[in-house]
C-alpha cells in the first residue's frame, strides 16, 4: 500500500510539473501540494475523501488554486518606497502548510 501511495504521489507531481512545463527547479514545491490535494479529492472507487475520513467533516477546497498560475505577492512597506509597487508578480508554486492564502 506504501507503494502504491508512493507512486500516486509521484505521479501527481509529475502532472503538476509538466502541465506548466516546468520541468526543474518546483519540483519539492510540487510534491508538497499533491500531498494536501490527494488527501481532499476522491479515488476512483471511493465514496468520501481521506481528509473527510480523518476529520469527519468535508474538506474546504474554495482556496485551492491552480499550480503554477500568475500570483501576486505583497511586498512589506518596510522592503520598498513610496513609489514602488505594493506587489510582484509571481508563479505560484503551491500551498503554505499553515494557513489557507
Same mark, same amino acid.
Given at each position: 500500500?506504501?507503494?502504491?501511495?508512493?507512486?500516486?504521489?509521484?505521479?501527481?507531481?509529475?502532472?503538476?510539473?509538466?502541465?506548466?512545463?516546468?520541468?526543474?527547479?518546483?519540483?519539492?514545491?510540487?510534491?508538497?501540494?499533491?500531498?494536501?490535494?490527494?488527501?481532499?479529492?476522491? $479515488?476512483?472507487?471511493?465514496? =468520501?475523501?481521506?481528509?473527510? /475520513?480523518?476529520?469527519? +467533516?468535508?474538506?474546504?477546497? !474554495?482556496?485551492?488554486? *491552480?499550480? $503554477?498560475?500568475?500570483?501576486? =505577492?505583497?511586498?512589506?512597506? /518596510?522592503?520598498?518606497? +513610496?513609489?514602488?509597487?505594493? !506587489?510582484?508578480?509571481? *508563479?505560484? $508554486?503551491?500551498?503554505?502548510?499553515?494557513?489557507?492564502?
Amino acid at each position: 500500500m506504501a507503494e502504491r501511495a508512493n507512486r500516486t504521489l509521484i505521479g501527481t507531481t509529475i502532472g503538476l510539473l509538466f502541465a506548466r512545463r516546468e520541468r526543474v527547479g518546483l519540483g519539492g514545491e510540487a510534491l508538497a501540494t499533491a500531498v494536501p490535494l490527494r488527501n481532499k479529492i476522491l $479515488g476512483r472507487d471511493e465514496e =468520501v475523501t481521506p481528509e473527510e /475520513l480523518f476529520l469527519g +467533516k468535508q474538506p474546504f477546497v !474554495a482556496f485551492l488554486i *491552480t499550480f $503554477g498560475c500568475k500570483a501576486w =505577492v505583497h511586498v512589506p512597506s /518596510l522592503k520598498k518606497t +513610496k513609489l514602488e509597487p505594493k !506587489a510582484v508578480e509571481a *508563479t505560484c $508554486g503551491g500551498y503554505d502548510q499553515g494557513c489557507k492564502a
